[in-house]
């Protein structure tokens, strides 16, 4: 990690603070955990998992890290601002359903539907955040309410259009070539072909990177976060932020919703179930405190990015995928103890 | 620059004459529902000057600078600002009208770098992004100014101590064009030594032409920097005098409760002998 030599610039001397190591200053990065733990687990892949050590191993992973990956920048952002969204993963089979539907049903241009789901997946992110702030609940329940919701009305609207629990018919509208290439396409990188949506992520992270540390929208994130009323007391517009946090995760969900329907032609109506707490999960390895105000998108890419490698490594090293689970829960302890621990040194030790 | 800042600046370069009347107060009250919680205090906060509010836990001191800071609004009498009458509707409308407070909690996000919250909700930008080279340099000038030597302004605020962010705060409500500036309890959770130093910067910042409106239970700690002192008691105010009519003594006597605390004592030896 650069952050690790490069050295900060020299102050001017002063007594009463002991010089910084680089280490010690490397240590309060949020990202510090999710690097060492992305290093030990391709390391440990490397040596069990032969396929690995190839182009096309390398491009499977970041083709499974990059779906994740794009929904992990978005909830994380969403947890450095103090919330959870629990709706993120059916949000994407919203999306992807109701592009297909629509366009389908009404015989429109492929990029209608595209363009209609990105409304409607705007809509559900305000409408979380609208929700939030009006009835003072904990995301947490909130969220859990709109997952239902969606959850029900993904399967129920879907059976009630198509008669089965499959959204088809996409694939033969106007348009839908365009689509497949702007979020299904393969790109040849070096002889390795690899997918359009590990672009699509490494520029989110790109964009959501600058936007938390060199805006003022990044600098409110951080402050509703971390400390929600002294934000409001400095005149940050907390409602505004919050709302607008649930929107860029909506758009995240959208963005994979697309990824996913342009791939196939077809969305399952049962889509992204249970993929939330992977995203929460992917979060917080990188580095985001659960209780907000703390984090960055860097590290949750690498949280994404320890996902993939551990999708694609357990079945490559052969062995049961079983395994998969018990590793997830062991990194989250794993990351949630080094996040207290980073949490305090930088927080100063006050409790 | 946005037109806040703009205003900001401009009100910097011209505090008026010490001694002008910024705040005045006239028969204040605000009831929640049926309950009382302030009564017909009255008072003025002038430039240049420090008016100290004390009262014990309870006493009114919240909802009085939550009047003055826009967090509330009055349901009794007059508040005047420049001589205007004028009820704020939110902390947003004080705060352009000059009016900072500074709160116990003091508004800072402890996780964030002390420049960050310096400038946080009022950042400088250079097209879309933050001007971060300028806020930090600022960060140092302006803490320098009010003689607060810090180590290094990327440091998270929550890694200093309490008279130290306390100060960090000060100086951000003068920076950010404060002609008036409310200080809730400033010294209630600090050690004697710390005390000091904020007290001095309550001094600095008066020098400097503001208005100060200094909110506290300890008289010793009001006493030497005080211009005026308003008492409030279970809601309502039982003194507000400059300090040449009230002596040390009295406003000592005033706010420990003089007859409650000579009954306590009463009490408390009466208890030792009897057991």
């Given amino acids: 990690m650069a952050t690790l030599t490069t050295a900060a610039p020299a102050p001017p001397a002063d007594e009463r603070l002991a010089s910084t190591s680089p280490l010690r200053k490397a240590l309060t990065r949020p990202e510090l955990g999710a690097a060492v733990g992305a290093i030990a687990v391709l390391a440990f892949f490397l040596v069990f998992a032969p396929s690995f ?110 008669g089965t629990v499959l959204a088809t018919g996409v694939s033969g509208l106007d348009g839908w070539g365009s689509v497949r290439a702007v979020f299904a396409s393969s790109l040849s990188l070096g002889g390795v072909s690899v997918r359009i949506s590990v672009l699509w992520w490494l520029l989110l992270v790109v964009v959501a990177t600058v936007v938390l540390t060199r805006t003022r929208a990044g ?51 049962n889509l992204g179930i249970g993929l939330e707490f992977e995203y929460i999960i992917a979060a917080v390895i990188g580095g985001c405190l659960l209780t907000g105000g703390y984090g960055s998108a860097v590290g949750a890419a690498l949280g994404a990015l320890i996902f993939g490698m551990t999708k694609q490594g357990i079945p490559a090293a052969q062995w049961d995928n079983d395994w998969y689970k018990l590793f997830l829960g062991v990194m989250l302890l794993g990351a949630t103890v080094l996040n207290d621990l980073v949490r305090r040194r930088v927080s100063g030790d006050r409790e | 620059m946005s037109a806040r800042q703009a205003a ?3 009100r910097r370069t011209e505090l008026p004459p010490p001694g002008t009347v910024l705040v005045e107060l006239d028969g204040i009250g605000k009831r929640y529902g049926n309950v009382l919680a302030l009564a017909d205090v009255s008072t003025v906060v002038r430039a240049g000057e420090v008016t100290c509010v004390l009262g014990d836990n309870g ?83 302006e803490l320098a100014r009010m003689g607060i030597d810090l180590r290094d302004v990327d440091q998270p605020i929550g890694t200093l101590s309490g008279g ?34 904020v007290l001095r910067y309550i001094a600095a910042a008066r020098d400097r032409g503001l208005g100060v409106v200094f909110i506290t239970h300890n008289p010793h700690h009001a006493y030497p920097v005080g211009d005026r002192f308003v008492v409030l008691k279970r809601g309502r105010s039982v003194c507000d005098a400059p300090k040449a009519e009230l002596p040390r003594d009295e406003l000592v006597g005033l706010m420990a409760g003089g007859a409650e605390l000579s009954a306590l004592e009463h009490e408390l030896s009466a208890d030792r002998t009897a057991s």
């Avoid at chain 2, 116990?104 to 080279?133: H, T, Y």
């Avoid at chain 2, 950010?176 to 000091?196: C, H, M, N, W, Y």
Wanted: glycine share 10%; proline share 2%.
């Fill in chain 1, 219 to 269: 600098n409110w994130i951080f402050a509703v976060g971390g400390a929600r009323s002294a934000a409001r007391q400095v005149g940050v517009p907390v409602a505004r932020v919050k709302i607008g946090l649930f929107m860029a995760v909506s758009l995240c969900g959208w963005l994979v919703g697309m990824i996913t329907m342009a791939r196939s032609g077809s969305v399952q109506a």
């Fill in chain 1, 53 to 162: 050590r190839t182009g096309a191993g390398v491009a499977n992973v970041l083709d499974a890290a990059s779906l994740l990956g794009i929904m992990a920048v978005g909830v994380a952002l969403l947890m450095i601002g103090g919330e959870f969204d629990l709706s993120a993963g059916v949000q994407t089979a919203t999306s992807a359903l109701f592009a297909t539907l629509v366009a389908y049903q009404l015989t429109l241009n492929a990029w209608a539907g595209v363009g209609l789901a990105l409304v409607l997946s705007l809509l559900i992110g305000a409408l979380n955040g609208v929700l939030l702030l009006r009835t003072r609940l904990p995301s947490f329940i909130v969220t859990l309410g709109t997952f239902f919701v969606l959850q029900g009305l993904n399967l129920a609207v879907t059976k009630l259009v198509t």
């Fill in chain 2, 8 to 10: 900001q600046a401009a």
């Fill in chain 2, 164 to 197: 130290e962010r306390q100060c960090v705060a000060i100086a951000r409500a003068v920076h950010f064009g404060a002609r008036v500036l409310i200080l809730d309890e400033p010294t209630a959770a600090l050690g004697v030594k710390q005390s000091g130093v």
């Fill in chain 2, 59 to 141: 006493a009114g001191k919240s909802t009085f600078i939550k009047i003055i800071a826009g967090a509330h609004q009055h349901t009794d009498g007059v508040l005047r600002v420049d001589g205007e009458d004028t009820t704020f509707t939110s902390p947003r409308e004080a705060l352009d009208r000059g009016i900072a407070t500074v709160y116990q909690d003091l508004a800072v996000v402890d996780l964030m770098p002390i420049w960050r919250n310096f400038f946080l909700g009022s950042e400088l930008r250079r097209g879309p992004f933050l001007d971060s080279a300028r806020m930090k340099r600022t960060t140092r000038e």
